[in-house]
């Protein structure tokens, strides 16, 4: 427990489903988690939840969206002296919808929430990063397969991932990792209330939980995980290895 003491820790969308759980068991690592978010008052209850536990955790609400919010969150820090330790860029918007129906407008969110945000995120954070920090980047099993009328988010998703080896690349001089999760089909709710066949489809057995990815960030957060860089994790209970005939 000790090797996290005095980590800062960032983590956007942590209001709720897997970043919820990856700035809890960063917090539980007993680092200082700024929780970031859109929604003010899933965040502030999030926030609360972890304060009472004995956590060590700051809400902040912010836009990925909108630049100008995240340059204003960074000079927050820089003026409080922060050193962060690891950046999740978890936050993100999934939006499917027919090709021809699907809107330049609503193209460019999915892509600006999705991918820009974890560009500027990681520019921003940088100066503030110490030698062997660690950024992680979310970004999903639909990057490399696809179901029909995905395309703006399965575009932002592939685009994480060759930013995020675009980034490890240019921030070794700095001696900070930068990796990315894939993770496959994670079940934030009702996670009782799925079928034998659910689990079954998987080679794991069961399908996922947001701890199975939280639980990732951690390993590479860790020091000693200082050899992996500008990977791609993926987490899926084994789903994207299946071969699937139909006789």
């Known amino acids: 427990m000790n090797q996290r003491d005095d980590k800062h820790v960032i983590v956007t969308g942590a209001a ?11 917090a539980e690592a007993r680092a200082h988690v700024w929780l970031l978010d859109c929604n003010s008052s899933k965040g502030k209850q999030v926030e609360g939840d972890l304060q009472e536990k004995g956590y060590n955790v700051t809400f902040q609400q912010l836009d ?8 204003t969150f960074f000079l927050r820090l820089a003026g409080e002296k922060a050193v962060i330790n690891t950046l999740v860029n978890n936050a993100g918007i999934s ?4 090709l021809s129906e699907l809107e330049v407008t609503e193209w460019d969110t ?26 992680i980047n ?9 179901e029909p009328n995905c395309e703006a988010y399965a575009a932002s998703k592939g685009a994480v991932i060759a930013l995020t080896h675009a980034l490890a690349a240019t921030l070794s001089e700095k001696h900070i990792r930068v990796n990315a999760i894939s993770p ?9 209330q799925l079928r034998e066949e659910d689990h079954h489809q998987h080679f794991s057995q069961r399908v996922g939980q947001p701890a199975d990815v939280a639980k990732a960030c951690l390993f590479l957060s860790r020091e ?17 290895r299946k071969m699937i005939y139909h006789h």
């Not at 909108?66 to 340059?71: A, G, S, Y």
């Not at 496959?184 to 009782?192: A, K, P």
């Not at 987490?235 to 994207?240: E, P, Y």
């Open 16 to 26: 709720q489903g897997i970043g919820k759980k990856i700035a809890e068991l960063f």
């Open 64 to 71: 990925v969206e909108h630049p100008e919010e995240i340059k």
């Open 110 to 135: 999915v892509m600006n929430t999705n991918v820009r945000s974890m560009m500027l995120m990681s520019k921003y954070c940088v100066p503030l990063m110490k030698l062997g920090g660690s950024i």
């Open 95 to 98: 939006h499917f919808k027919r």
């Open 138 to 146: 979310i970004a999903s099993t639909r990057a490399l397969m696809s």
């Open 184 to 192: 496959g089909w994670i079940q934030t709710e009702n996670y009782s």
């Open 224 to 240: 000693d995980a200082d050899f992996i860089t500008g990977e791609n994790v993926i987490i899926d209970g084994g789903m994207t």
